[in-house]
Structure formats: structure tokens, C-alpha cells
């Protein structure tokens, strides 16, 4: 279905593109036929999700498909499930749930498409279970020249020219939209289960001298640094056998909807108004700080509520360095003198296979840095940056970066080999863009 262009716009504000056509197709066949009409007309072709992306990675000025009709379960077997990619990440939890399975992990946004979150990379945190592109077993991809495949972990077949299945399968998964547009995803799941979520404040210093050991301690590590303090929030999630305590919902609203949105937006607001505050403020939110636990669906506990509007870099460097980058961002914060209101959120993963994962072949720290969204501070994120880079950081493709191909090719082992696919696949660059020619050249 064709409908009128209109300007898209991401979740944050940050970037936006009229489209020369906008179709909002309901089937992988009326995707093959929109990239067969766009390659008529000389179109490029991109697939936008939910606009949760901080870069240009879904922007385009040719035919922007939209995925609102590709959505819903369509089809279950023994341990997986198949659904279209326009499926937010919140829906396909409920009809999981309903169904008595789960993801073994995710991000704590679920606002996301299953294909948008899939081909940026989105991780999540665990120590020994990795993120949403490693729980993919197969994904359906219509083709520039609109030939729709199916490609799964275990297949041997040669798609074309020397391409085998597997490659084509651990390239796309990640694939950034470059390769195909994704029309459906088989995720691995697995009966549904408890976590026992444990948050409480800890000192940075404390975590510093104990990453290894709480790491290990624990299946999901997160924490929350607070700038100009020595003060985490650590989420510490773990497999219970039950029964379930989930908070009240009064306790919810309190914790997860007033204080870290309706409150936390307002000290942000005043941060912006006189940053020589913020400091104070960081202060008085760490004191604020304290322990609670729960035990529920694992869905639920992952999940976060974000509300406040903010702008977001985030880079894996081998977590092996991950102590090193977080004090060097605590010194860098203090020298430069800049005042950060949102916390700085760290997580891993173990080594992904897929290609351009952030996580591909290595064991993996995830360092985010936000600011509220009316103050932009690019000279922050430039000097974090310059860290992560020098410890073979990856910067998530969804999030705000500066690196380019050239540096791109020396941190991904199979960079190249990605290119040669796209090369063969794309050769036309049908679903390129501004933001493509700049990661992948």
C-alpha cells in the first residue's frame, strides 16, 4: 500500500528524510514487488523500524518501506518461533509469554522492530548469553533484484556466485539493511522463566576492583555510573526458580515511571538551565539511591521505561579493557570540566558470530554515554570516542558515531568478506545511503 511522502523523523529528533515514495507493504511478496518497481525507477530502498536508531542508518530520499502491516507470529515449531520483522519487540514478548516461552535475552527497549533491533545489533547484557542476533536461526530477505531467500544457521546450500547459506546468514543478521530487506526472523526460545533482579547503589570504585568477579557472579550485569560521583546503580538479573514477587503496581509507577522518568526529566531540564548545578544534582540522586528487588517474567524485568528524551553513543571494547575505559572517562569528565547529568550505563556480552556484530569474536564491554536531548555536548561524546577507539572499540551502529570504513576494516575480522557480499548481492547499491557510504564505503 502507497501512501503520500511525508518526513520521517527518528525518536530522538537528531535526524529525518523525505522520501520520494513511502509503502507500507503487508507481505514479503509486496516487499519483492516495491524493490522490483524502485529498481525500474532508479530508487533506492530503505526499511525503517521504529526510529530508535540515533544515526542515518534507516534515512533515505528513494522509497521508505514502512513495516506497520508486516507484523505478527507466523509460524511456532519445537523451540523456535517465526515472526514478520515489522513486529515490535514488546508484541512478540506478550504473544511469547502467551504461549509459555522466551527470548533468553534482550535490550531493556522494546520499543523496537524485530528487524530494526536485529540488523543494528541491538545486545542487552549477559555474561554468557548473548544478544538478539545470536538467538537467530533463520531470516527470510527480499534481494535487490528482488529475489526473496530464506537463510538459516545450519544451511549449506550456494545461494549464488560461490555464496553459501551460512555466510549470507551470519552477514545479515547484522547486516544493517545492507544486504537485503528482512521480511521475517526465526529466533530460538525457550520455555518462559523468572528473574530475580537485584538493583542496588555501589561505589564505582568498588565495581572497578571486582568487574571480573561480578561479572561471573552474575547472568545479566548492568550499572549505572552517575558523573561527578562515586556512586552505581548495579542490576544484577538472575534465574529464579519462583515463585514470582513482581513489584507493586504502585511501586512501579514510583520507581520505573516518576522517579526515573517524570523526576529525572525534570532535574535534566534544570541541568540544562544551569549546568553549574548538575554536579549537585548527580549528588543528591546518588543519595536518593537504594536497594530493591523482585522476582518476574523475564520480559518484564528486562524492560525499562524510557521516556525522557536523550542522544546516545555507545562502544564494545574487549572487556579485558573495560576498567581502563571507564577510568579514563571519569578523568576525561573531571579535566574537560563538562557537566553530564545521565548516567553512563555499562554492559557485556560473550563473542557473537555474527559478522559485523559489535561483539563478533571477542568477549565484550558495552560503555553508553547519553545526554538530555535540548543540550547536546558533541565534544563529550568526541573525547570519550577517542578512549574507545584506542582500545579497538566498535561503535553501535544505531548510535551516535564518527568512524568510517577505513577504521571500520581494522576492528571487524570479516569486514571485507562483507563487503564482497554486498558487492555481489548489491552491486547497484539499491539500499544504500548517506550513512552506508560512510560505514561501509
Same mark, same amino acid.
Given at each position: 500500500?502507497?501512501?503520500? @511522502?511525508?518526513?520521517?523523523? !527518528?525518536?530522538?529528533? !537528531? ?27 532508479? #530508487? ?5 523500524? /521504529? ?26 515449531? *519445537? ?8 513486529? @515490535? ?35 542487552? /547484557? ?26 538459516? #544457521? *545450519?544451511?549449506?546450500?550456494? &545461494?549464488? *556466485? ?45 565495581? $572497578? ?62 541541568? %540544562?538551565?544551569?549546568? %553549574?548545578? &548538575? ?19 523475564? =520480559? ?24 581502563? %575505559?571507564?577510568?579514563? /572517562?571519569?578523568? $576525561?569528565?573531571?579535566? #574537560? ?39 547536546? !555536548?558533541?565534544? =563529550? ?61
Amino acid at each position: 500500500m502507497s501512501r503520500p @511522502p511525508a518526513a520521517f523523523r !527518528n525518536w530522538a529528533g !537528531n535526524q529525518s528524510a523525505v522520501p520520494a515514495e513511502v509503502h507500507t507493504p503487508s507481505s514479503a511478496e509486496e516487499v519483492a514487488l516495491a524493490v522490483r518497481r524502485a529498481a525500474e525507477t532508479g #530508487r533506492r530502498v530503505r526499511m525503517v523500524g /521504529t526510529g530508535h536508531s540515533f544515526t542515518g542508518v534507516a534515512l533515505t530520499d528513494g522509497l521508505l518501506l514502512r513495516p506497520e502491516r508486516l507484523t505478527g507470529v507466523l509460524e511456532t515449531g *519445537d523451540g523456535w518461533v517465526r515472526a514478520a520483522a515489522g513486529t @515490535p519487540l514488546s508484541a512478540l514478548n506478550e504473544e511469547l509469554a502467551r504461549r509459555g516461552l522466551a527470548l533468553a535475552n534482550m535490550g531493556d527497549i522494546t520499543a523496537q522492530t524485530l528487524a530494526g533491533a536485529v540488523q543494528t545489533g541491538t545486545h542487552g /547484557t549477559g555474561g554468557r548469553i548473548a544478544g538478539l542476533a545470536d538467538q537467530v536461526i533463520a531470516l527470510d530477505l527480499v534481494l535487490a533484484d528482488g529475489e526473496s531467500v530464506t537463510v538459516s #544457521r *545450519d544451511g549449506t546450500a550456494e &545461494i549464488r *556466485d560461490g555464496i553459501t547459506e551460512r555466510d549470507l546468514f551470519d552477514a545479515a543478521r547484522v547486516g544493517l539493511g545492507a544486504l537485503g530487506v528482512v521480511t521475517a526472523l526465526t529466533f530460538a526460545v525457550e520455555p518462559s522463566f523468572l528473574l530475580h533482579s537485584v538493583r542496588r547503589p555501589m561505589r564505582l570504585s568498588e565495581i $572497578l576492583d571486582t568487574l571480573d568477579t561480578i561479572t561471573a557472579d552474575n547472568e545479566h550485569l548492568d550499572f549505572f555510573w552517575l558523573p561527578h560521583t562515586d556512586t552505581c546503580l548495579t542490576k544484577r538479573n538472575n534465574r529464579h526458580p519462583g515463585p514470582a514477587r513482581p513489584q507493586s503496581a504502585l511501586r512501579h509507577w514510583l520507581d520505573d515511571v516518576f522517579l526515573e522518568n517524570t523526576v529525572f526529566g525534570a532535574l535534566c531540564g534544570v541541568g %540544562a538551565r544551569l549546568p %553549574a548545578a &548538575i554536579p549537585g544534582i548527580n549528588a543528591l540522586s546518588a543519595s536518593a539511591l537504594s536497594a530493591s528487588e523482585r522476582v518476574d517474567t523475564s =520480559y518484564k524485568v528486562f524492560a525499562t521505561v524510557r521516556r525522557v528524551r536523550f542522544l546516545e553513543m555507545e562502544y564494545a571494547v574487549p572487556r579485558e579493557h573495560l576498567a581502563q %575505559a571507564l577510568r579514563e /572517562t571519569r578523568d $576525561l569528565i573531571e579535566r #574537560r570540566g563538562w557537566r553530564i547529568t545521565f548516567p553512563i550505563e555499562v554492559r557485556v556480552t560473550p563473542p557473537s558470530d555474527a559478522w559485523l556484530s559489535t561483539a563478533y569474536g571477542r568477549d565484550s564491554a558495552y560503555v553508553a554515554c547519553h545526554v538530555y536531548r535540548p543540550t547536546p !555536548n558533541p565534544n =563529550y561524546f568526541e573525547g570519550v570516542e577517542e578512549i574507545m577507539v584506542r582500545l579497538g572499540g566498535r561503535p553501535h551502529w544505531g548510535k551516535l558515531h564518527t568512524r568510517d570504513a577505513a577504521y571500520l576494516s581494522t576492528v571487524y575480522p570479516r569486514f571485507a568478506d562483507f563487503l564482497r557480499l554486498r558487492d555481489l548481492l548489491d552491486p547497484g547499491r539499491m539500499f544504500a545511503n548517506d550513512y552506508l557510504d560512510t560505514v561501509l564505503g
